[in-house]
């Protein structure tokens, strides 16, 4: 019997506009309610630009954000894992000198902080995935510690980056999800260990857990889960790691499955 359900968000629950249909899925969330099961959304995107998506709703499911290096439900963090100060910042100059033109997200728990050169290139891009946003003139203002370090490319050259910065594996996660996209979070933490505190917090089994994903970064999260589902957008590699298949992200794919197999 399947009592926690967890869900990527770009590429999977959200639709390629980045939204998704908030009257089914309001219908589907009172359904599990009823039924006891929990929903998560697990994804790189700020904490609070999640809240901001759900709405009301935000506080009856729970929230892995940040490249779930957070835990938060019903306004309230219930895990965090930080990357000190120093050594975010010497991750960020290892990255700068990688790529110069990429544009560097550094997130702490209070803003995604990027530079005001940046900004002018990729400013609304940012402000999709997070709600608090600060731009500084350089990094080193950053006094507070890290929740996770993104990289975004225009150029798609991510896999590239990775390359250069992979011996830093020995100090952080670190996942290239996609062409433009790098995430760096604290030693051991990402989806698949914060899933595990989550179904410890439930007291979950694998085998009661449904998983959706589409990228890179969703191959933990997936191993995470008995019933597991790979969107049909996404990476082959994705889908040959998944158990099952579901339908595009645009044709609602997750609230497919959902409805007809555990409701």
Known sequence: MIKLILT???GTFLNSKGSFNQPRFTKVLSALTEKKIAFAAVTGKQTERVEELFGDLASEIWILGDSAS???????FVFESLIPNQT????????????????IIACTPTAAVITDE???????MVRRSYAKMRVV???SEIEEDFVKITVFDRKERC????????SEQENFYIVASEKAWIDITSKG????????????ILSVT???TMAFGDGYNDFELLEQATESYAMANAFAEVQEKAKHLAPKNDDQGVLQVIESVVL
């Open 8 to 10: 990527d968000l770009d």
């Open 159 to 166: 896999f590239d980056t990775f390359e250069k910065i992979k």
């Open 88 to 103: 975010g910042l010497d991750m960020i100059k290892k990255l700068e000198k990688a790529q110069a033109d990429q544009t």
């Open 189 to 200: 933490v990402h989806k698949g260990t914060t899933v595990n505190k989550l179904q410890s």
């Open 118 to 124: 940046r900004a002018a290139f990729d400013g609304d």
């Open 137 to 139: 003139s350089d990094f």
């Open 70 to 76: 957070r835990i938060k439900h019903d306004g309230h």
């Open 206 to 208: 694998a085998d009661e």
